[in-house]
């Protein structure tokens, strides 16, 4: 990969940094549908989405997946950003919804990054700080909307993540929204009369700006 294509995924970084990000990272590709991150997983390499969509969910005893919050091309996974001495285990799951371009880095380099480069320092915040706000919108969506309010915030962030055309089914959305498929059928359909979306084939395609 070269380096300016690294550049434009993740600005304002020190020039340095981003030779030591191509010297010491690997590039791995992922087919969609694959799981990257498994609950309970040791983490051994913090990773940066270079191409394609993440989701991340959290997992029940029984294996039920609960949708958190999704990742898109120049993003990192917040939960692979700690330090070394800690050797984390995963406590989210993460999959591929679509075919995607990682750019892994070892633990190790962390701690010397972090007091290195006060540019990755600033990212690594930055990126915690994202994912605990869209966290908390998650939260918030759960604890004070109903579920036609809390679709509606569903597909906002889907489409902001894989485009207008949105390529899910009604079962995969219910699963991720704990809901029922008749159910969201329903608000879907709802949604379609008012305007804010045209129901497709195994897709939908978000019309509101």
């Not at 010297?23 to 989405?49: M, P, Y």
Request: hydrophobic share 40%; with cysteine.
């Amino acid at each position: 990969m070269e380096k300016k294509s690294i550049k434009v995924l993740f600005p304002n970084l020190e020039d340095a940094l981003y030779d030591e990000l191509l010297l010491h990272g690997n590039i791995k590709e992922i087919k969609a549908g694959d799981t990257i991150l498994r609950v309970g997983q040791q983490i051994r390499s913090t990773i940066l989405l270079i191409e394609g969509s993440i989701k991340l969910y959290r997992e029940d005893n029984e294996g039920n997946e609960f949708f958190i919050y999704a990742l898109s091309a120049g993003q990192a996974c917040s939960l692979s950003m700690v330090c070394a001495a800690q050797q984390p285990s995963s406590e989210v799951l993460a999959k591929a919804m679509t075919n995607v371009i990682v750019l892994t880095v070892p633990l190790e380099y962390m701690d010397k990054w972090m007091q290195q480069y006060k540019s990755w320092s600033q990212f690594v915040i930055a990126s915690y700080r994202a994912r605990f706000e869209e966290l908390l919108q998650t939260v918030d969506a759960i604890a004070f909307s109903n579920m036609d309010e809390r679709l509606e915030f569903y597909l906002k962030r889907q489409a902001i993540h894989f485009g207008s055309t949105i390529k899910l089914t009604h079962q995969e959305i219910a699963s991720d929204l704990n809901s029922s498929r008749e159910v969201i059928s329903r608000l879907l359909k709802k949604m379609e009369t008012k305007g804010f979306l045209r129901l497709q084939r195994n897709s939908i395609e978000w019309l509101e700006k």
